[in-house]
């Protein structure tokens, strides 16, 4: 063997071990150690829900179950500057957030937890009756600093997930929804940019019948956007049937603007806008 060809031969081998050389090599041994855990949590039997009820002779478990599904998905911008910087975020312990993908606006697509597993990504947030979005939730997050656009490639990625999630756990169209519509008084992501009707015409959320943009009837409503009590539907009564928090109305309002009417940021609701709620509502009865 010539000088030359060793000296090929050490610079592939160098180049291969560079390839398989895992930056995240420590954190994901604890991804694996906290997975551990958590098995050992669910292998354990069942207690005796409490010492006050009367106590049976011995314990049965049952023979038919299986992992509980997500079905919601929740997508989210990241805020930051790269797809690193949010990897790097995802696996420090102290920011205390996390999702299962995080897309990058090459469409490269990270999947840093198990779907079955719970990631900290909705914080405090409200959708219809529910209050604990991430037991019944995946989250994605879209590499994007909230003032751009989405890019193509990103977009094709996100479709592609979003698509496997559907089939894998049969989630429902009106499931796909975003950060800022369950936390409306603290969230904007993703921002008014990210393409819903898009997404929808794929069957991920719901999108307004366009024939409201030229039929020009009042929608039915018993009141103005002021949402006032008065008997019938009220414009906040179809948000929150939609699934919004009306507690902070304008922060409802505003929210389902960005995602439905995304080239008007105002809380207000012109005759369009209420003729895009009434259709929006209708599709959830
Ligand atoms: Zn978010």
Redesign the pocket.
Known sequence: MTKFSAALIVAAILAATACVRNPYAATNKVYRQQAKALARQIQVQPAQPTDSLPAVPYWVGTVNFNLRKPNYVII??TAQSSTAQTLKTFTLVKPQVSAHYVIGRDGQTYHMLSDYLRAW?GGVARWGGITDINSVSIGI?LDNNGTEPFQEAQVVSLLKVLAALKRTYNIPATNFIG?GDIAPTR?S?PSALFPWQKLAQRGFGLWYDTTVLTDTTAAPFATDSLGQFLPGLTPREALRIIGYDTQDLPAATKAFKRHFVPTDPSPLLTETDRRILYNIYRKYL
Request: aromatic share 0%; proline share 0%.
């Open positions: 989210h911008h990504h997050e950060h969230k992501d």
